[in-house]
């Protein structure tokens, strides 16, 4: 046991200091929500370039005497930031709405259906997946303009719906599904639509969840994909909302990151146990 301890306590001391740049940024983040204004022209305005700070800019560790105008002013006083985080409602929720209806039956088939060009089409998939969003902007520009849904929030919310990325994930997690149980629901007379939607959907949970977790995460903090197909400020999601918040103002851009970093962190927490179960069952073989 007490070997055990001694090999556990460096790995935690090295997992530590491998985090401390994450939980820096965190902690940066909630300091500058606390700090006063004059304090931050003091401490960070030669990084702002604001005229009356000089010398070098450093942080510290604690405000010296933290207030929460910040806040105040974000809550009460910054109308546009509801708007706009309702609109980052509007656009995330059916993403992964439509992420669930639409991939996890593409993946089913993928996983667990035989049919000609099957390989060829999953391999086109895992390509798609891989293309950066600077490579599909310009086709999703064109279908978008095409279509007439540029400037509404469908040319964002599409795209995202038919996103190959989770119907990947979501196959990975189908794998792990026996081939006998579904040869015992045959047996028993179910048939393709049923045995998916009794036995495939129960069994691969962890794989959709982690998906559309992973989706979540990803539409939430999305910037390029707004900005290409949102042209009118009043549809804009809050990810467009934070850089357009001036120098001065710094205080209220870290209320406002950590009202935007809130929904991410409690998705991620509980959908932590899911994603691990996910990447364990994608790693299984019947």
Do not use: H
Not at 110 to 124: D, E, K, Q, W
Not at 165 to 191: H, N, Q, W, Y
Not at 249 to 267: E, F, N, Q, Y
């Amino acid at each position: 046991m007490k070997t055990k301890c001694k090999g556990i306590i460096p790995a935690i001391a090295v997992l530590m200091v491998a985090a401390l740049p994450v939980w820096w940024a965190i902690w940066f983040m909630i300091a500058g929500a606390l700090i006063p204004l004059d304090e931050l022209k003091a401490t960070i305005g030669p990084v702002l370039g604001i005229e009356e700070s000089g010398g070098y800019a450093y942080w510290p560790v604690l405000p010296s005497y933290p207030t929460l105008r910040p806040a105040v002013e974000l809550l009460l006083d910054t109308p546009q930031f509801f708007t706009m985080f309702w609109n980052t409602c509007k656009l995330v929720f059916p993403q992964v709405l439509g992420q669930f209806l639409v991939g996890a039956p593409a993946a089913w088939a993928f996983s667990r259906l035989r049919f000609r060009g099957r390989t060829a089409m999953f391999a086109i998939y895992t390509i798609l997946m891989l293309m950066p969003f600077q490579v599909m902007m310009v086709p999703s520009y064109l279908v978008a303009d095409t279509l007439g849904l540029m400037d509404s929030i469908w040319a964002v919310i599409l795209p995202g719906v038919f996103s190959t990325f989770p119907v990947f994930i979501m196959a990975k997690g189908f794998d792990a599904v026996p081939f006998a149980v579904l040869e015992a629901a045959s047996l028993d007379g179910a048939g393709p639509l049923q045995t998916f939607v009794r036995i495939g959907v129960p069994l691969g949970v962890p794989g959709i969840l982690s998906a559309l977790v992973l989706g979540f995460l990803e539409a939430w903090n999305a910037i390029e994909q707004p900005m290409t197909f949102l042209k009118t400020r009043s549809n804009w999601p809050l990810s467009l909302f934070l850089p357009q918040i001036v120098s001065d103002k710094v205080g209220l851009a870290m209320a406002s990151s950590l009202v935007m970093l809130a929904p991410t962190v409690l998705i991620f927490l509980f959908g932590q146990k899911y994603l691990e179960l996910g990447i364990q069952a994608s790693g299984l073989k019947e």
